[in-house]
């Protein structure tokens, strides 16, 4: 277990935000690439064996943290990471291309702009795009929900595929406020510290509207209050699944994530029936998957 060490700033105040949300929420992105290639090859699919999938888009990217493992995991492999925010790009430009070897540097692009001008802006057809970290659920209303799965779909090479994680559960309905887990980091001055990854759901609302707060909280006191902050509408994963099949997908499938012995997260490697979710979701606090829709 890391201390902190006597002496100096407050934690919170000596790392940056992004350093404390990768640690927690994004701490194996090559795990993300190991699913994207499961299900890409999976007889649910509808599509015969193929080969591999060379070109990824990864919208809501942040930093950009699973395009640079997308672009590492075959050196035939291209990336497009793209994000309104331009200074997360650019922390990623500081901290994850460095990581990266020249060539692999010139196969990822981080795009900043909105992912529903993907195209506009020189992404071109890809055969996979993925949505991480729940951002998608931004959209409150339908038709811009529909609208953005009908550009995905166009803007993927036939027989593409897009991934979306979602969650739900009876804990989805209130307010809640839980601290997940704990995390090693190293502050800018050297110190170690630790922190707990705190999720807040706050004024949730019929329909599935709340607001998520994500804070980090060290042990020498110090709290990083709502570094983050969404405003989501969280639905049925069976309302996402119909507008799939609308805009054209041919089949969506369901890998339902599971906890390994050490409590954390795993993603399912085979599709779960719809009704066994719902079923999942009434009888549970909290569920996530992967909804996977296949051109």
């Given at each position: 277990?890391?201390?902190?060490?006597?002496?100096?700033?407050?934690?919170?105040?000596?790392?940056?935000?992004?350093?404390?949300?990768?640690?927690?929420?994004?701490?194996?992105?090559?795990?993300?690439?190991?699913?994207?290639?499961?299900?890409?090859?999976?007889?649910?699919?509808?599509?015969?064996?193929?080969?591999?999938?060379?070109?990824?888009?990864?919208?809501?990217?942040?930093?950009?943290?699973?395009?640079?493992?997308?672009?590492?995991?075959?050196?035939?492999?291209?990336?497009?990471?793209?994000?309104?925010?331009?200074?997360?790009?650019?922390?990623?430009?500081?901290?994850?291309?460095?990581?990266?070897?020249?060539?692999?540097?010139?196969?990822?692009?981080?795009?900043?702009?909105?992912?529903?001008?993907?195209?506009?802006?020189?992404?071109?057809?890809?055969?996979?795009?993925?949505?991480?970290?729940?951002?998608?659920?931004?959209?409150?209303?339908?038709?811009?929900?529909?609208?953005?799965?009908?550009?995905?779909?166009q803007g993927l090479r036939p027989g593409g595929m897009l991934v979306?994680?979602?969650?739900?559960?009876?804990?989805?309905?209130?307010?809640?406020?839980?601290?997940?887990?704990?995390?090693?980091?190293?502050?800018?001055?050297?110190?170690?510290?630790?922190?707990?990854?705190?999720?807040?759901?706050?004024?949730?609302?019929?329909?599935?509207?709340?607001?998520?707060?994500?804070?980090?909280?060290?042990?020498?006191?110090?709290?990083?209050?709502?570094?983050?902050?969404?405003?989501w509408r969280v639905r049925p994963v069976g309302l996402v699944r119909?507008?799939?099949?609308?805009?054209?997908?041919?089949?969506?499938?369901?890998?339902?994530?599971?906890?390994?012995?050490?409590?954390?997260?795993?993603?399912?490697?085979?599709?779960?029936?719809?009704?066994?979710?719902?079923?999942?979701?009434?009888?549970?606090?909290?569920?996530?998957?992967?909804?996977?829709?296949?051109?």
């Amino acid at each position: 277990m890391a201390e902190e060490q006597k002496g100096g700033k407050p934690a919170a105040d000596s790392v940056d935000k992004m350093v404390c949300y990768e640690a927690a929420l994004q701490p194996r992105p090559l795990d993300d690439v190991d699913f994207y290639l499961v299900a890409w090859g999976h007889s649910a699919s509808g599509h015969p064996p193929r080969d591999p999938p060379q070109l990824m888009r990864e919208d809501f990217s942040g930093s950009g943290m699973v395009s640079c493992g997308w672009v590492t995991s075959a050196p035939s492999r291209r990336s497009w990471a793209v994000d309104f925010d331009a200074e997360v790009h650019a922390w990623g430009t500081t901290h994850h291309l460095p990581k990266l070897t020249q060539d692999q540097r010139d196969r990822v692009s981080l795009v900043t702009c909105d992912v529903m001008a993907s195209h506009e802006n020189g992404v071109p057809p890809v055969d996979v795009v993925v949505g991480n970290n729940f951002s998608w659920q931004c959209w409150h209303q339908d038709e811009a929900l529909e609208a953005y799965l009908w550009g995905v779909r166009q803007g993927l090479r036939p027989g593409g595929m897009l991934v979306l994680d979602a969650f739900g559960g009876t804990s989805i309905s209130h307010d809640s406020y839980e601290e997940i887990s704990n995390h090693d980091i190293t502050l800018e001055d050297g110190r170690p510290a630790r922190f707990s990854y705190v999720y807040e759901q706050m004024n949730c609302q019929a329909g599935g509207h709340m607001t998520i707060g994500v804070s980090f909280k060290f042990t020498d006191g110090s709290v990083m209050k709502h570094a983050f902050k969404y405003a989501w509408r969280v639905r049925p994963v069976g309302l996402v699944r119909e507008a799939m099949l609308r805009v054209g997908f041919k089949t969506v499938c369901l890998f339902v994530d599971w906890n390994d012995d050490t409590g954390a997260y795993r993603h399912g490697t085979e599709p779960t029936d719809p009704q066994e979710w719902s079923k999942m979701c009434e009888e549970e606090e909290y569920k996530s998957c992967y909804i996977v829709a296949y051109a």
